[in-house]
């Protein structure tokens, strides 16, 4: 079975695209697509459209349906193929490759840019964990708990994308977004390390100020909370030890009900750590004054 899905990528043609793009529209109005839309949709000759479907769905981008009518759905790969055709259309991708890692909710690759630079890929898996968690976690699957997890991977890769943009203007320290489609952000390649694997740092307590910072920034200059800082959210810049957030989707608006304690939770997580890992002491409440705007020092 193909894991990557630059190689299921390289082994389709046009026809293919199409026949995968007629299933992705019209998904929004059938469980599974019928096989007679797929036809008529894709403009193509039934023959030619047969051969796309069975191929697709031997490589387990496409998951086939059998009952009253024949009817076919987009599987996470086919959709992950549809992206990487339109990134690759707009010189934002030009190759996959190796899995960089996964997380609950996504899986990483490195990639290289048509410049040949070092970029990542990010592709959105909501649904990995469980429906409970999604919700709880993710705000606005709560207004759409019936669409499927390909949309709700959609709408989490576009909250982080237009986060990280936003972020980007008022100066807090998140990756550089290079791009999104669907389910899809491309972002600039940190030459770093998790915080939660840093050893030996030269100068912990600048470290822990500058995330302070990117988040009082984050919640007074564009008005979010970042909702799970940790340790395994930060990454640490190999070359100047500067920090940098990442994973946003799960962001939550500072009038949002729950932003408030989110960022005390934020802000005593990180604080914590610190003192644990690094033996740096920093007086929480103050902290939390800080980032609230409400003092202009820690």
């Known amino acids: 079975m193909l894991r990557n899905p630059g190689e299921a990528y390289r082994l389709l043609n046009r026809r293919?695209?199409?026949v995968l793009r007629v299933i992705e529209k019209y998904m929004k109005?059938?469980?599974?697509?019928?096989?007679?839309?797929?036809?008529s949709k894709s403009k193509m000759p039934d023959k030619e459209v047969s051969l796309s479907l069975s191929k697709l769905n031997r490589l387990k981008l496409i998951r086939r349906f059998r009952g009253d009518y024949t009817g076919y759905l987009l599987t996470y790969l086919g959709y992950d193929c549809l992206a990487l055709d339109d990134l690759v259309r707009r010189n934002i991708v030009y190759a996959l490759g190796p899995k960089l890692?996964?997380?609950k909710e996504a899986d990483l690759f490195r990639a290289l840019s048509p410049a040949n630079e070092k970029i990542v890929v990010k592709f959105h898996r909501i649904g990995r964990?469980?429906?409970?968690?999604?919700?709880k976690y993710r705000?606005?699957?709560?207004?759409?708990?019936?669409?499927?997890?390909?949309?709700?991977?959609a709408i989490s890769a576009e909250r982080e994308f237009k986060a990280l943009l936003e972020c980007e203007k008022a100066e807090v320290s998140v990756p550089k977004v290079l791009g999104?489609?669907?389910?899809?952000?491309?972002?600039?390649?940190i030459d770093g390390i998790l915080l939660y694997k840093y050893r030996n740092p030269i100068d912990p307590e600048a470290i822990l100020l500058d995330i302070l910072d990117s988040v009082r920034k984050a919640f007074l200059k564009v008005g979010i909370v970042h909702g799970d800082l940790s340790e395994f959210n930060v990454m640490v810049e190999f070359n100047n030890e500067k920090p940098i957030i990442i994973d946003w989707p799960q962001y939550v608006e500072k009038d949002h009900p729950s932003a408030q304690q989110l960022l005390e939770r934020d802000v005593r997580y990180i604080t914590l750590f610190f003192k644990k890992?690094?033996?740096v002491e920093a007086d929480t409440e103050k902290a939390l004054r800080y980032v609230r705007g409400e003092s202009e020092s820690i």
């Open 16 to 18: 293919d695209i199409v």
């Open 29 to 39: 109005q059938y469980e599974y697509v019928p096989l007679d839309i797929i036809v």
């Open 101 to 103: 890692g996964v997380g």
């Open 129 to 135: 964990v469980s429906f409970r968690h999604t919700r």
């Open 139 to 153: 705000p606005y699957v709560e207004d759409k708990p019936h669409i499927s997890w390909l949309l709700q991977s």
């Open 180 to 189: 999104r489609s669907r389910h899809v952000v491309v972002m600039r390649h």
């Open 277 to 279: 890992k690094f033996k």
